[in-house]
């Protein structure tokens, strides 16, 4: 059973930033790529980024380049997103996934809130 637990939210003022963590365990973590997602009031759920299973290989959102870094320790089994330049309108429920295939997250996380204040 694949569990992936995120970490790291938290309020922040505009112009802040937060590292999020999401632990993985079930399956050979080195193997799958990782992404990012994020979902709002309101709001469908995006993608924010993501990294290939060596790390070699990343993948960014428009709205986020330049501002958040995602990266992994496949030691630690652990995927990371690091945010600076906080906006308001990046608060929203961040949520890791696992990819088994090319656009396809078979497992998520349960979130973890961020909220960015002006």
């Known amino acids: 059973q694949v569990q992936l637990v995120e970490s790291g939210g938290g309020l922040v003022q505009a112009g802040g930033s937060l590292r999020l963590s999401c632990a993985a365990s079930?399956?050979?973590?080195?193997?799958?790529?990782m992404g990012w997602f994020r979902q709002a009031p309101g709001k469908e759920r995006e993608f924010v980024a993501s990294l290939s299973a060596s790390g070699g290989s990343t993948i960014y959102a428009e709205f986020v380049k330049g501002r958040f870094t995602i990266s992994r320790d496949n030691a630690k089994n652990t995927v990371y997103l690091q945010m600076k330049s906080l906006k308001p309108e990046d608060t929203a429920v961040y949520y890791c996934?696992?990819?088994?295939?090319?656009?396809?997250?078979?497992?998520w996380g349960q979130g973890t809130q961020v909220t960015v204040s002006s």
């Open positions: 996934a696992q990819r088994k295939a090319p656009g396809i997250y078979d497992y």
């Open positions: 079930g399956r050979t973590f080195s193997s799958y790529a």
